[in-house]
């Protein structure tokens, strides 16, 4: 049977499961694979599983009290293995892996932040400060542009949204990076410029969110910063 995996931590962290349960419609009893220096928390994983709300805080119950207790290592949602017998060997196989993550979340949490622009914002910018832009724009307008001069305008245009997107959101970095550890980009996405998870000290959270709320202010009303925190350190798994 498909072994359903929560989390890894080490041998030796507090395994307080009392009172929690796992996915599955009833609930699958949690139990612990122990291999050397590391531990997973499993279940048996239910057929048909789907990200349902019931399970999906089941899962997030575990992690939080883990977590409470220590550094773990977060598995997302859905984590499946062949079955009891591989998790283990998985483990054991990779244990110094593990311990070396492991040490390197101890006391840090995850917070992840999105930055968008105004559109209409960043497109008046780019007008204002671009002649070539600006003659283009024009002649489109006035009906005067030919098909080749609205391809070359929307290339411009598209290129500068791109580096001047790419130069804010490594400023906004160079500013924030000293308050985090560690940090993991992803596709920022539609309308956005930045799309980064933090990996922060626990005890500096504070400071952390001072600072972002600081960058917000610098960016002005034509940008919404997006703070979520704290998570799990999944980004850093």
């Known amino acids: 049977m498909p072994t359903y995996i929560y989390a890894i ?10 009172g929690l ?13 122990a291999a050397g220096d590391v ?6 994983a239910p057929e048909g599983l789907r ?4 399970d999906v805080l089941a899962h997030e119950a575990v992690l939080e009290t883990l977590m409470t207790d220590g550094a773990t290592l977060p598995m997302r949602f859905g984590l499946l293995g062949p079955d009891d017998d591989q998790v283990g060997a998985a483990l054991k196989r990779d244990s110094d892996a593990y311990l ?18 105004d559109e209409q914002d960043l497109l008046l910018e ?26 070359a305008l929307g290339e ?44 922060v000290p626990a005890a500096s959270t504070d400071a952390f969110v001072r600072t972002v709320r600081d960058e917000a202010d610098r960016h002005g009303e034509a940008c919404t910063f997006t703070l979520t925190g704290p998570l799990p350190p999944y980004s850093f798994v």
């Open 9 to 18: 931590t080490g041998a030796d962290h507090p395994l307080r499961l009392d």
């Open 21 to 33: 349960q796992g996915v599955g419609d009833p609930p699958s009893p949690l139990r612990t694979l």
């Open 39 to 44: 531990a997973a928390v499993v279940s048996d």
């Open 51 to 54: 990200a349902k709300r019931r």
């Open 100 to 117: 070396s993550r492991l040490a390197e979340l101890a006391g840090h949490v995850e917070f992840n932040l999105k930055a968008a622009r």
């Open 126 to 151: 780019i007008v204002a400060e671009s002649d070539q832009v600006r003659e283009l724009n024009e002649r489109t307008r006035s009906g005067a542009a030919g098909q080749d001069d609205r391809i």
């Open 156 to 199: 411009l245009v598209a290129a500068q949204v791109a580096e001047r997107n790419n130069t804010q959101a490594e400023k906004t970095l160079e500013r924030l990076l000293p308050c985090a550890a560690r940090a993991a980009r992803a596709e920022p996405g539609a309308n956005l410029f930045l799309n980064v998870s933090f990996l």
